[in-house]
């Protein structure tokens, strides 16, 4: 005999039945979904954290240039970034946390350091 995959109740339905009542299976439900979006901000989390580093690594005299491909290659996944900084000549920036990057087009990407300026 199966048992409840909720709360482990013995089921006395249907061979294909899983849980005993429409409260387990909401239940079961509603954990499910919790945890896929949990697992979704992690992902993002761990990304983030991931980019910041890089450009921490490469990042040595507060305004460096480095190839794309090197981020690349370090697992820099440029969709993801905290927030954008335009300078004043238009230039956009993005940035993961305190660090900034912008394409510059020529296969190499200009690195920055927040400053309390850009405010
Ligand atoms: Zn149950």
Known sequence: MANCIECGEKLKGRIDQKYCSEYCKSS?????????AASTYVRIDTALKQNRRILKKYNLSGLSQIRNELLVNEG????????????????????CYEYGFRDLMDG???LITWQDYMN
């Open 108 to 110: 190499k990407y200009m």
């Open 28 to 36: 079961f439900h509603y954990q499910n979904n919790k945890e896929k």
């Open 76 to 95: 820099f996944d440029f969709k993801y970034y905290t927030h954008t900084w335009n300078a004043k000549n238009g230039n956009l920036y993005h940035f």
